[in-house]
């Protein structure tokens, strides 16, 4: 069984910053990859960004060179920076993990709102 716990999220004006973070705990050999999705209300659930074990990483068109994923495997842990925030970057972030075993795991998400 895997626990994802997402942090970091919050209010934050147009044009900010904030940085999430999403700790995996439980047994995790090896993951396929990890990534972040969002929800905004009304709308269906999108790959923010994803990273894989061996690094790569793939981005939303409307996230690129504004957002960054990165991972840290001895802690478990996958980040995601998000700068030049804008009030469409207002949504439910959800960690997501995909296992070698084919197993998917969520968090509980973690709001940002972004608004003056």
């Known amino acids: 069984q895997v626990q994802l716990v997402e942090s970091g999220g919050g209010l934050v004006q147009p044009g900010g910053s904030l940085r999430l973070s999403c700790k995996a705990s439980?047994?995790?050999?090896?993951?396929?990859?990890m990534g972040w999705y969002r929800q905004a209300p009304g709308k269906e659930r999108e790959l923010v960004a994803g990273?894989?074990?061996?690094?790569?990483?793939n981005y939303a068109d409307s996230v690129k060179g504004r957002f960054t994923i990165s991972r840290d495997i001895a802690k478990n842990m996958v980040y995601l920076q998000m700068n030049s925030l804008k009030p469409e970057d207002t949504a439910v972030y959800y960690c997501?993990?995909?296992?070698?075993?084919?197993?998917?795991?969520w968090g509980k998400g973690t709001l940002v709102t972004v608004s003056s």
């Open positions: 990273i894989t074990w061996g690094g790569s990483t």
């Open positions: 439980g047994t995790i050999f090896r993951f396929n990859a």
């Open positions: 997501n993990v995909q296992l070698g075993t084919g197993a998917i795991y």
